[in-house]
């Protein structure tokens, strides 16, 4: 297992724009959560998955956002009519919650998506 | 809602320790965290500390916690230029974590 995998890396788009960002976790983790991270800030929870199920989503999610994750397996985060505020890092992590102890609850983070909206 | 702050600058000579902490809001957190972030990176999870213990060594690392002040603080022996990065630590609350701002740790030769 290569660890948690975000395409893309750097994304460049013009404001109103639609952008879709995916994160493939490790394959044996049931949970996978997104965060967003400004500069100079800590990451923000947006929202996470337990399996397919959407258990929670951040009053920072606004309309504009939607996140799936169809199977399970891999989760697409949707941005639309992007906002020159939403430029940010988007950062995917996954982790297990069938086995108890503080490390398994403990995230494996991917390397991010970098969105700049110009 | 739930709170974690540190402080957003240290900066040690190579070789002393450098001691970075947190305070946390959140009365019922069982796991505190701390992550490591390299410019460019993702986080990168470095140790843990379950609420009911109130040190835990782990080689260069010593995490303490002072559950009473909702405290926590790493340590880290014989820093090195190496360890230059952001620290953030994170409190594990309602199935997700929250994080600090993260404190940034310069090491100077």
């Known amino acids: 297992d290569t660890g948690v995998s975000q395409n893309p890396r750097h994304k460049i788009t013009k404001r109103g724009q639609n952008v879709t960002f995916r994160c493939d976790p490790i394959s044996e983790h049931n949970r996978l959560y997104w965060y967003r991270q400004t500069l100079g800030q800590g990451p923000e929870f947006l929202t996470y998955?337990?399996?397919?199920?959407?258990?929670?989503k951040s009053r920072l999610l606004s309309d504009r956002f939607s996140a799936e994750r169809p199977k399970g397996s891999f989760s697409t985060l949707e941005i639309q009519r992007t906002e020159q505020g939403d430029s940010a890092m988007y950062l995917c992590a996954s982790s297990s919650s069938l086995r108890a102890g503080a490390k398994d609850y403990g995230y494996t983070f991917g390397s991010g998506t970098r969105l700049t909206v110009v | 809602g739930e709170d974690v702050e540190q402080s957003l600058f240290l900066s040690v000579r190579e070789g002393d320790s450098s001691v970075i902490n947190c305070t946390y809001t959140?009365?019922?957190?069982?796991?505190l965290y701390w992550y490591k972030q390299e410019p460019g990176a993702g986080l990168q999870l470095l140790t843990y500390i379950f609420s009911n213990m109130d040190m835990k060594q782990d080689q260069r690392l010593t995490v303490l916690l002072n559950k009473k002040d909702k405290h926590l603080s790493l340590r880290i022996a014989d820093t090195q230029t190496g360890d230059s990065a952001i620290y953030f630590c994170a409190d594990y609350n309602t199935d997700k974590l929250i994080f600090g701002t993260g404190t940034r740790l310069q090491v100077f030769p």
């Open positions: 959140d009365s019922s957190s069982t796991y």
């Open positions: 998955f337990q399996n397919e199920a959407q258990l929670e």
